[in-house]
């Protein structure tokens, strides 16, 4: 029997208005130690989410009566709750107090809980943890059939993961063309079109990345950005988009096509971010694979996505041996992928 | 560095300028020969028009008023070109490939490259790599009326071909004054002197 608990109540105790703790029942799974918990609302009983019936918090029951709260609710979707444990939060309270705690909490911790798309500790791109896997041509296949046991795989917990609710799988198709900065040896990729909300649905739009290379042979991204003036059409060369953006001469390299599968997900021990991109190459000389698993933000600050990022890597080698057997570590693994593939070096499996 | 000795068998660079008139190509041509001049290196510069200013000479001569050498009537020049090319399309690009085998300079410098389906064909078989210079278009306006050319062109179709021409290269030129250009010059310049590859052309 879990001595976890799960506070159900009223929806306005999240938005500092008044309300009350209706209701406590056992949580299927223990809080020990993690940051995070993903619960599937139908495990425990609940198909409809009513205002006065929402799942508030996690907590321990101490003695009768009196409670140690661990995690606050996040986000809820359709079917999961995520609960999330702020820092300095766990707090003890007895049941009559609860509601009135519960609200304060909410209160506090407000930003981190309702601004949790933008409320991040980004992590240097210069640092991050990074995973790669390369399948060169001849071995690339596409990814589609094995993405939906990729997602399973995930959604059974057991490398300590949720998808990101709302933001779990998204699809991109692009013709990237890429370039080397003469004055600095750095790369730039490319692409039409983007992410960003265009001023007017005929308004050109590129998005455009920097790379600039490390003492230690890896890479580092150092810009990330949408480009969108009359200095960029969309019948305008892409190379010459990039110069003018970049004030530099640049050697145009080659244009790939980039079919990018992006998993966002959260580690439930850590709550750091980390995703799983894994991308199908299209270039002159033929089809590759690549697979990049990164860790880029937390929620709190300071947090080692080291450990999450080895523990994701191991699974996805147990799990999948053909496609995720070996793996090297790099900041940045694109540019080079890049670059070997522009200059005809041959890619031997792994980076 | 393959041009530390030069020889018989060297390599001969060939770079070829393209941009719409105004964009600053001769400018970039001047920068760059200056730079490979100052190592060592002999540089040409062949025109493809070269026929055409010519024949735009003989013109003002039956008129009797003086035109400077490096002076574009480009209405006259555009329709000298369309009409020769009526006759004998590929005339342009065999007239420059006769006078690329007698250059023995050991680099060749274009800038007038313009028509993407013969001539930047056959300077691309002939190993020419090619350097697209990009400027804004309030500037390449600005600086194109502040020439002294009898008459100039502001919306070419040839500058749409030009566009459709692949570059390996591409240096900016919106920044005011030469120090700019010559800045991303140097770093063009210093490329091409690393690398064997890819500007490894033809002899």
Same mark, same amino acid.
């Given at each position: ?18 309300? &009350? ?42 003695? @009768? ?17 995520? #609960? ?11 049941? @009559? ?11 506090? *911790? ?14 240097? @791109? ?15 296949? &596409? ?8 997602? +399973? ?21 692009? +013709? ?107 270039? &002159? ?34 799990? #999948? @041996? ?7 570590? *790099?900041?940045?693994? #694109?540019?080079? #992928? ?14 | !560095? ?67 050498? /490096? ?5 006259? !020049? ?16 065999? /007239? ?52 002294? /050319? ?54």
């Amino acid at each position: 029997m879990s001595d976890f608990v799960i506070l159900y109540g009223s929806f306005g105790l999240r938005i500092n208005e008044p309300g &009350s703790v209706v209701q406590i029942q056992p949580a299927p799974v223990q809080h020990n130690n993690v940051a995070g918990l993903c619960c599937d609302l139908r495990q425990i009983g609940l198909t409809h989410l009513a205002s006065d019936l929402v799942p508030l918090a996690l907590a321990r029951v101490i003695e @009768p009566d009196r409670y140690e709260i661990t995690a606050l609710a996040m986000r809820i979707d359709e079917h999961r709750i995520h #609960f999330w444990t702020p820092v300095n939060l766990l707090t003890s309270v007895d049941r @009559p107090n609860l509601a009135l705690v519960l609200r304060h909490l909410f209160q506090t *911790h407000h930003l981190e809980l309702n601004n949790f798309e933008c409320n991040l500790h980004l992590i240097d @791109p210069a640092v991050q943890q990074v995973r790669a896997w390369v399948q060169t041509q001849g071995r690339g296949v &596409s990814w589609a059939g094995l993405l939906p046991e990729v997602m +399973d795989a995930i959604e059974s917990g057991q490398w300590g993961l949720m998808l990101q609710p709302g933001n779990e799988y998204t699809r991109l198709a692009q +013709d990237v063309t890429c370039l080397r900065r003469l004055d600095n040896d750095g790369l730039l990729t490319l692409a039409r079109g983007g992410r960003c909300k265009k001023p007017a649905w005929d308004a050109p739009l590129w998005s455009m990345e920097q790379f600039r290379p490390l003492q230690d042979g890896g890479w580092a991204r150092v810009a990330s950005e949408h480009l969108a003036n009359d200095l960029c059409h969309f019948d305008t060369a892409p190379g010459v988009v990039a110069a003018q953006f970049c004030d530099a001469p640049l050697q145009v390299l080659g244009e790939m096509t980039l079919i990018t599968h992006r998993l966002a997900l959260e580690s439930l021990h850590t709550s750091a971010l980390l995703e799983l991109v894994l991308c199908q190459i299209n270039g &002159s000389t033929g089809m590759s694979t690549l697979a990049v698993l990164r860790g880029y933000a937390a929620r709190h600050p300071d947090t080692d996505t080291a450990a999450d990022c080895t523990r994701v890597a191991k699974g996805l080698a147990h799990a #999948f @041996p053909e496609r995720f057997g070996s793996q090297a570590l *790099h900041h940045e693994v #694109f540019p080079r #992928f890049a670059s070997d593939q522009f200059t005809g070096k041959q890619l031997s499996g792994v980076l | !560095m393959i041009y530390a000795a030069p020889s018989t068998d060297r390599v001969q660079i060939r770079l070829s300028f393209v941009a719409p008139s105004g964009s600053g190509k001769s400018s970039a041509v001047n920068c760059l020969a200056e730079r490979l001049q100052a190592i060592g290196l002999t540089v040409a510069v062949l025109k493809l028009a070269d026929p055409l200013y010519r024949l735009q000479s003989i013109y003002y001569d039956v008129v009797g008023q003086h035109l400077d050498v /490096d002076s574009q009537d480009q209405i006259l !020049m555009e329709t000298i070109a369309t009409q020769l090319r009526r006759i004998d399309p590929e005339v342009l690009a065999n /007239d420059f490939q006769r006078r690329l085998t007698a250059c023995a300079a050991d680099v060749v410098l274009n800038d007038d490259l313009r028509d993407d389906q013969i001539d930047a064909v056959r300077l691309r078989a002939l190993g020419f790599k090619v350097v697209r210079v990009a400027t804004s278009e309030s500037v390449r306006l600005a600086r194109l009326n502040s020439r002294n /050319d009898p008459s100039i062109v502001t919306d070419s179709p040839l500058d749409r071909q030009v566009s459709r021409i692949p570059a390996d290269f591409v240096i900016p030129n919106s920044a005011p004054g030469l120090e700019a250009l010559d800045r991303q010059i140097a770093a063009l310049s210093r490329h091409i002197i690393a690398s064997n590859q890819p500007l490894g052309a033809i002899r």
